[in-house]
């Protein structure tokens, strides 16, 4: 990344984690470890998920879990890559990915009548989805989609890794 594409990298992350705590389902999902976590009341405030220093679910760091007996689930959210668009070098592509990983103990949900599985992983996407899909969150325009992959980090944990792309003037 250049000089002239890394302005204002902080500028989306926050960007991201406003739009982030306007979902109470998206942070129910993170932070009860339980299989109905939309039974629970709304948050007053959902940025503890990511201010709560014993409990943090949501990351703009790398992060790691190696340990079996951790029952959690997590969201990491990393600027991937800021480029210059070559045929305009006003203008810079950003990549934003997030890292949606779960203990495997915590994968499944209780299912309603209508469904034969829930699996909070998928749940977690689709909510991130909901909000980050064709939006101006990340830049000008609207935020696409780039690609979701299974991602392994060990035995016990296991996500997603779910890729959007924005758009934004070079020096913004």
């Not at 989805?129 to 979701?148: A, C, D, H, K, P």
Request: hydrophobic share 35%; glycine share 2%; proline share 2%.
């Amino acid at each position: 990344m250049s000089d002239t594409t890394i302005i204002h990298l902080d500028k989306y992350l926050n960007s991201i984690l406003d739009k982030i705590y306007t979902s109470q389902n998206l942070c129910k999902y993170l932070y009860y470890d339980v299989k109905d976590p939309l039974s629970y009341s709304d948050f007053a405030d959902t940025s503890i998920l990511f201010t709560e220093t014993d409990n943090k679910k949501i990351f703009t760091t790398p992060f790691s879990i190696d340990n079996a007996d951790i029952q959690k689930s997590t969201l990491t959210i990393n600027i991937s890559d800021s480029t210059v668009v070559p045929d305009n070098v006003f203008y810079k592509n950003i990549k934003v990915d997030f890292y949606i990983i779960s203990n495997v103990r915590l994968w499944e949900l209780t299912a309603s009548a209508a469904k034969y599985t829930a699996l909070r992983t998928n749940a977690i996407l689709h909510e991130l989805s909901l909000l980050f899909l064709r939006t101006e969150t990340i830049g000008i325009g609207y935020n696409q989609y780039s690609n979701v992959e299974r991602f392994y980090p060990n035995q016990w944990f296991a996500g997603y890794v779910y890729c959007l792309d924005g758009i934004d003037f070079v020096t913004s």
